[in-house]
C-alpha cells in the first residue's frame, strides 16, 4: 500500500503548507487500516517483537480491559511483576498454560485451566503504565518521577467528563484481545494471580466486536460503521509518524501512549431519533457508512461541500468534521475500540420527557494509541467534547492515560528500559 504522504513538504512553500497538509491527510487517510482479519482459526500473535503487540494487530473480536494499583512499595517489586507478567504473558499469546508439565497435585494449580484445550485466538497482552507509576500525591513512589517523558501529561478535565473514580486512572493497565472472550479474561485473571500482594485490579471492562465478513467494517451500538477512516497499521511511516515514540523519548521509544474511556451511551435516546439526524451527527449515511450526499463507505470527505442553499453538506458539529485531521492541524489517532455491554443500571434522563427507570449501561470502550497525546486524543477531544453533536447521547465514565512501552525481546521484560 502507497503511503499518501509521499512527497509531503517536497518542494512546497510555507504558503502552500495548509492545502497541502490537507490534501496530504486527506489521501493518506483513503489508506484505510488492515480490515478485521478473518476469524484465524486459533493463531498466534508473537508477543516479543519491537513494539508490543495489541496495538496494530488487527483487532481482535473481544477485549477484557483490566487496570491493576501496585500493592508493593519498591522498584525492585515493581520490575519482578512485569518481569512475571512477561513469561506469563508469552506464554499465554503462544497457546500454552501457565501450568508445569507435572502439576503438584498435591497443591492449586498455577493456571486455572479454564482456557485448557483451546486455541490462543489471537491473543494479545499490552501493557502500560500509569501516571501515579511516576508520582502520586506528591510522592515518588518508585524513584521513577524524574524519568517520566514530556508528553506523558495528565489528561485535562474536559466539558461534561463524569469520571467515576472506579473506572479512572491506574497505575499498570493491561489490555488482553483475543477472539474469543474467555481467553481474553482467562489472560487477565492468571495475571491477577501472579501479582497476588503486589498489585490489585482497581477496574475492568469487557467489550466485543460485530463480527462481520473480512474487509467490511463493523457497527457499533449507535447501529454506525465505526473505523471506516484510521491510521494505515501496514504502513511504516504512518505508523511511525502519528503512533509510534520516536527515539526521543527515551525508554518509551517504540511505545505509544494509551488513551482509554468508557463512555456510556443513551441508547434509548438515540434510538428515539429520526434516521435523518442520526446521519447528521455523524455525518455519514448509516446503511453505507458513505460521507452525507456519496454513496459509498470509502467516497472522499468532502468537507468543504454545501448544499443549494450553500449549507455544509458535513454540518459544522459532526462528529466526523470535528475528528477529522483537516480541521485539526492534521492530528491523527489509531483507534481500536469495542462496544460494551454491562447490563442495566437506574438513570433519572436529564432530557424530555425526564424518564426514570432502567437503562442500558452501554457504549464504546474506546481505545486509542498515539505518539503524543498532546498532538492526539486531547487536541482532538479539546474541541469535540464542546462542540460535538455525538455528546448529546455520550457520557465519558471513566478512562485513562496510559505509557505503553516498546516492545520486549525474548531475554528482557517489557518496561525494562524504565525498571531494570
Ligand atoms: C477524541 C477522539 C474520539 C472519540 C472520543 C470518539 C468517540 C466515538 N466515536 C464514535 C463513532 C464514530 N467515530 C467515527 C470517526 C472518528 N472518530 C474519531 C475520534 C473519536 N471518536 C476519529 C478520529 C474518527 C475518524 C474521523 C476521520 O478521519 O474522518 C465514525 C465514522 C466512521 C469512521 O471513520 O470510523 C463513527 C461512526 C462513537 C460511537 C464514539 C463514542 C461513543
Ligand atoms: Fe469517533
Redesign the pocket.
Given at each position: 500500500m502507497s503511503s499518501g504522504r509521499r512527497g509531503f513538504l517536497g518542494g512546497i512553500g510555507l504558503a502552500g503548507l495548509a492545502g497541502a497538509v490537507a490534501a496530504s491527510q486527506r489521501s493518506a487517510?483513503a489508506a484505510r487500516t488492515a480490515p478485521l482479519a478473518p476469524v484465524a482459526g486459533g493463531g498466534i500473535v508473537p508477543f516479543f517483537g519491537a513494539h508490543q503487540a495489541g496495538i496494530a494487530t488487527p483487532q481482535q473480536r473481544a477485549i477484557y480491559w483490566a487496570v491493576f494499583d501496585m500493592v508493593a512499595t519498591t522498584r525492585p517489586e515493581l520490575a519482578k511483576l512485569m518481569a512475571d507478567w512477561t513469561a506469563a504473558a508469552a506464554k499465554l499469546c503462544a497457546g500454552a498454560g501457565l501450568d508445569d508439565a507435572t502439576p503438584d497435585p498435591a497443591q492449586p494449580g498455577r493456571d486455572s485451566d479454564d482456557t485448557m484445550g483451546m486455541r490462543p485466538e489471537r491473543l494479545t497482552l499490552t501493557f502500560g503504565f500509569g501516571p501515579t507509576l511516576f508520582s502520586k500525591d506528591g510522592a515518588d513512589r518508585f524513584g521513577l518521577a524524574a524519568r517520566r517523558p514530556a508528553a506523558f501529561v495528565d489528561l485535562p478535565q474536559f466539558p461534561g467528563d463524569q469520571l467515576v473514580p472506579g473506572r479512572t486512572g491506574g497505575d499498570l493497565s493491561v489490555q488482553a484481545c483475543a477472539d474469543d472472550p474467555q481467553v481474553c479474561f482467562h489472560a487477565v485473571r492468571q495475571l491477577a494471580r501472579l501479582a497476588d500482594g503486589v498489585a490489585k485490579l482497581r477496574w475492568v471492562q469487557a467489550g466485543f466486536l460485530a463480527d462481520y465478513a473480512a474487509g467490511q467494517?463493523p457497527r457499533?451500538?449507535?447501529g454506525?460503521?465505526?473505523?471506516?477512516?484510521?491510521v494505515a497499521t501496514g504502513e511504516a511511516r504512518a505508523m511511525d509518524r502519528f503512533v509510534w515514540a520516536d527515539a526521543s523519548q527515551g525508554w518509551m521509544a517504540g511505545g505509544s501512549y494509551q488513551?482509554a474511556?468508557p463512555?456510556r451511551?443513551a441508547l434509548e435516546h438515540w434510538d428515539r431519533m429520526k434516521l435523518g439526524f442520526q446521519e447528521q451527527t455523524?455525518?455519514?449515511h448509516k446503511a453505507s457508512?458513505a460521507p452525507i450526499g456519496c454513496r459509498r463507505e470509502f467516497d472522499r470527505?468532502d468537507l468543504d461541500a454545501n448544499d443549494a442553499d450553500g449549507n455544509p453538506v458535513i454540518a459544522e458539529n459532526a462528529?466526523?468534521r470535528l475528528?477529522?485531521?483537516e480541521t485539526n492541524g492534521g492530528a491523527?489517532?489509531l483507534?481500536r475500540?469495542y462496544s460494551y455491554d454491562n447490563g442495566v443500571s437506574y438513570v433519572a434522563e436529564r432530557w424530555p420527557p425526564w424518564r426514570q427507570g432502567m437503562e442500558y449501561d452501554a457504549?464504546?470502550l474506546?481505545i486509542?494509541y498515539q505518539a503524543d497525546p498532546r498532538a492526539g486524543?486531547i487536541r482532538?477531544?479539546e474541541k469535540?467534547?464542546r462542540f460535538?453533536m455525538?455528546n448529546q447521547?455520550?457520557t465519558?465514565v471513566g478512562g485513562g492515560l496510559f505509557a505503553c512501552p516498546g516492545g520486549a525481546r525474548p531475554d528482557r521484560y517489557v518496561g525494562e528500559a524504565l525498571l531494570g
Open positions: 487517510r467494517t457499533n451500538l449507535m454506525f460503521k465505526d473505523g471506516t477512516i484510521n488513551v474511556r463512555i451511551i455523524f455525518g455519514r457508512g470527505l462528529h466526523v475528528a477529522a485531521p491523527q489517532i483507534r475500540s457504549g464504546l474506546f486509542c486524543f482532538l477531544f469535540m467534547s460535538d455525538m447521547f455520550t465519558h
